[in-house]
């Protein structure tokens, strides 16, 4: 199994769940991760990465982390000064028209949206409430392309489209798709030479269904268009993930083990799991599980049954740990001090 990892957290596609399970993986493996200075739970993002955001990291004596996967803004030279030189890198895309509206409520306190009542009302006249210059303005267009550290703003030649699509291409070993979220955790499997039930994840930092409405077809041509980098980014890249899968696994292969990815989710709901799966906040009883609330969005999480033997409750535990608290767990276990 490949250990040695650079996962490119884009916000708002399922990378919450990723992160989770790239968290377990380490755990049991022992691995180290290259955590943000101080235990924090993003490198300086919005800034580019750079190495000495890395707690643990001097340039004198340069250690290299098994998993880099905490927000970044990518900067590859900078990232590869953390991680080994074997490391796979790799990052989720999500379809642009529901990441704007995930952002949209999710980062309803961002500049460019502080000021509307819905989307509709934002692309009806962006440029009045979106200024290039605000530091948050890359919660309100093309979030994808600025998370790989490019210029949001920039103009959409298709020489620069093809230069950005490159660039990642030669960055990248792949990207996943968060609409084929099972399909995806197939070909992380098979790329990085794992087993089932490390890839096996509940969904973590979803939001409630009640704050989600359906788009009409006018918004959803002019999301595209405003976030039309964004849009080239996630085409491409759907494209050549299902190349990818029919000549690294075979359509077939992927049918049977995301049929078998399900089962084994199953599975674990129903041996982990009060009820039939997610809750509202305030039905969580573990307060250690609630996730973070954050804008206008309600998260939801989980509650485990009781009297679950040890080692079961352990397994389930990690399962439906929310980021935060997981990432403080790990950060404490890596950092402990040293007994005097």
Known sequence: PKTDIVFLKVHKSASSTVMNILFRFGETHNLTFAFPLG????????????????????????????????????????????????????SILRNPVQLMESSFVYYKGASAFSRVRSLEEFLSQPYRYYSPASGDRHYARNL????????PDGEVSPERV?????????????LLI???FDESMVLLKELLCWDLDSVVSFPLN?????????????????????????????SHFNRTFWERIARDVGRERVRREVEALRARRAQLARACLQGTGSV??????????????????RILG???????????????????????????????????????
Request: glycine residues 4%; charged residues 25%.
């Open 39 to 90: 235990g924090g739970y993003q490198l300086y993002y919005p800034h580019h990465f750079l190495a000495r955001f890395v707690q643990g990291f001097s340039p004198q004596s340069p250690r290299r982390f098994n998993i880099l996967c905490h927000h970044m803004r990518f900067l590859q030279p900078e990232v590869q000064k953390v991680v080994p030189s074997s490391a796979v890198y790799f």
């Open 144 to 151: 994808m392309t600025f998370d790989f550290g490019f210029n």
């Open 162 to 174: 093809q230069l950005m699509l490159k660039a990642i291409e030669a960055s990248f070993d792949f």
């Open 178 to 180: 968060s609409e084929y």
């Open 206 to 234: 979803s939001r409630d269904s009640s704050t989600k409405s359906p788009l009409p077809d006018t918004i959803v041509e002019k999301i595209k268009a405003w976030n039309r980098l964004d849009w080239e980014i996630y």
């Open 280 to 297: 509202a906040p305030k039905d969580i009883r573990d307060s250690s599980l609630r996730p973070l609330q954050h804008g206008g969005a």
């Open 302 to 340: 989980y509650n485990l049954k009781q009297g679950l033997d040890p080692e079961l409750e352990r397994v389930c535990r990690r399962l439906v740990t929310p980021e935060l608290q997981y990432s403080s767990i790990l950060y404490k276990k890596q950092f402990a001090p040293k007994p005097p």
